[in-house]
């Protein structure tokens, strides 16, 4: 048995077509185009190119794009007033905070600050809250988070009724994809770093996230033949052969669950490409319902 | 083997013991009285009953306690003037809006009305946000969910490591006490009402939290060896034999589960007790919070 690949980077080039497409009707109907703000504090280079591909993809999606980037000793009622300007900007549907913020900045508050209705990343406390809850829906969820249930849709995974387990409680991906499987009626378990027998309930799954920042830690027999496996780690491991010296890699020992799996992410063009497709789908909407509020 | 009872009727008693002592402490010390106002809206007779309960236990503990009764037909600005006027008054230092509230009012939006350092019902969703995700403490946790908690602990039954099983996703005990015991180390499992082995899912626990409303759903068959077994189920159920012709019971089989289990919850006198008791501490802690900020 080989497992059918959850390609990444071809669902989300999909999903950018869709939204592309929706982008185009949108002006075309409303004369309303999706805005993306995304707000960076400080000049961390990994944030940096990060925020700058979020943003070449809106452009490239037909939507309008704005990055405001903010002096790394930015004090927090500046960074507030700088996220009421944009919750007050007709132009801007959707508003993206950069995490983590430096050391002097209060970042719960911070993402509090956001406009519910423009919280496309998902992490203003009260969508946490409401992700948690039962017959609540947050405006938006996280991305990857997100993306992950997206692929396992778009790939025919059930979830209701089925086993999930979540390797890696984080508050980034672990916790939110364990709550967004949850409440589509999956049997959740999350495990802890405390958590005994990790292989053990791993093989229980039906669904396996793996959320743990460990490259190639998810083995094949820790993996239920048939199951459908996530794999959300991205690390780069030496490698005298590849082009460069290095390689990237995930979680997941990739051949050996492959062998056994139903369904795998590969590492990388898995879960990785599916975020900012998300983050697109969201600024859409957030743009859509802007328009029956208006 | 008989389970030993994990005696929420004893253990409150033994915190509103110690509370009262701590009460008594802090007016000597200080001259502060804690003060707790429960917000009830309409008059629907069993709400009504249990804010007198938690009343009166208030002010046996030597706490202040208010009463703020405010008709069924009130609107949402003035529910939130209400709370702002608790908010801002020195001698409350808890607050607990009671729940359901009628259908006109936004629940959401009411809870987020209530100062998060008087929040001692823990329902504020910053509090259920932070309460999701690791590294960040909650101001207050809900009491019930705390409550079965501070019943482990009290009996020295260990979280850390061990798997604990949660059945019955309810916003109220069973998603709050599920990130408690996930955040206190457990390998956490949630069932779903879609959960296709419940019997198997609830055979893994080392801790089970009976959180479906189902009157002896839980059998003997359904419990490890060993388990700790808590009990949030209180229904009443015919019983010509009992005084009155009924009798209160729990969502486990008692009587089987008390032969399998290492601890288990009578009902009543399990987390019931409990859960008023931890709302005293949470009001208690409250008070003591306000002279290290004032």
Chains 1, 2 share one sequence.
């Not at 993306?36 to 999606?61: F, H, I, N, W």
């Not at 820790?222 to 199951?227: D, E, L, Q, S």
């Amino acid at each position: 048995m080989t497992a059918e690949l959850l390609d990444g980077r071809a669902t989300s080039a999909r999903i950018r077509e869709e939204v592309t497409a929706a982008v185009e009707q949108l002006k075309a109907e409303h004369g309303v185009v999706p805005g993306l703000a995304t707000v960076l504090v400080g000049a961390d280079p990994a944030s940096k190119s990060y925020v700058g591909m979020k943003e070449k993809q809106c452009e490239r999606a037909g939507m309008h794009a704005v990055g405001v980037h903010l002096p790394e000793e930015i004090g927090q009622a500046d960074l507030l007033a700088e996220l009421a300007k944009l919750n007050a900007d007709p132009q801007i549907h959707g508003i993206l905070l950069q995490l983590p913020l430096p050391e002097q900045l209060d970042e719960d508050e911070a993402l509090a600050g956001i406009a519910l209705e423009k919280d496309v990343d998902g992490f203003h406390p009260v969508n946490i809250a409401r992700l948690t809850l039962q017959g609540v829906e947050p405006t938006f969820a996280p991305c990857m988070p997100l993306g992950c249930v997206e692929l396992l849709d778009r790939y025919g995974v059930d979830i209701e009724g089925r086993e999930a387990v979540v390797l890696g409680p984080s508050n980034i991906v672990g916790l939110p994809t364990a709550m967004l499987l949850l409440h589509r009626g999956a049997t959740l378990t999350i495990c802890h770093p405390h958590t005994q027998d990790l292989p053990g309930a791993s093989r229980r799954a039906d669904i396996l996230v793996a959320a743990i920042d460990e490259p190639g830690m998810v083995k094949g027999d820790w993996v239920k033949p048939g199951a459908a496996v996530i794999d959300v780690g991205w690390s780069r491991v030496k490698d005298g052969t590849a082009e460069g010296g290095y390689r990237v890699v995930g979680n997941v020992d990739f051949e050996a669950v492959q062998a056994v799996a139903g369904h795998v992410t590969p590492v990388p063009g898995g879960t990785g490409p599916m975020t900012i497709a998300v983050l697109l789908q969201n600024t859409l909407l957030a743009a859509q319902r802007s328009i029956s509020c208006g």
